[in-house]
């Protein structure tokens, strides 16, 4: 059984007992959260899909861990104009482990 589901203006396939990185979420380590914008449940060859999301579905999970992804490295230049800027970025993140699948 997967889901399709909906966080931070990205699409994740969760399974349970699966692990992954969503945008931050607001929440203390080893809590529950619920994720309600499921947009595809599938159990087998019974598929639901939703118009946008599938009513009174939803994914339960545990937060696991809080942080920051790698530094992404950002580089301008003009060529022949003197110009060059040096800019980084870090992401932060929410690990989240998937308990259940609701649908």
Known sequence: MYAVVKTGGKQYKVA????????????????????????????????????PLVAGAAIKATV????????????????????????GHRQNYTEIRVDAIEA
């Open 16 to 51: 349970v007992g699966e692990k992954l990185k969503i945008e931050q979420i607001a929440a203390d380590i080893d809590s529950q959260i619920v994720l309600n914008e499921v947009l595809m449940v599938a159990d087998g060859d019974a598929v639901k899909i939703g118009a």
């Open 64 to 87: 696991i861990s809080q942080g920051r992804h790698d530094k992404v490295r950002i580089f301008k230049m003009r060529r022949r104009k003197h110009y060059q800027k040096r800019q």
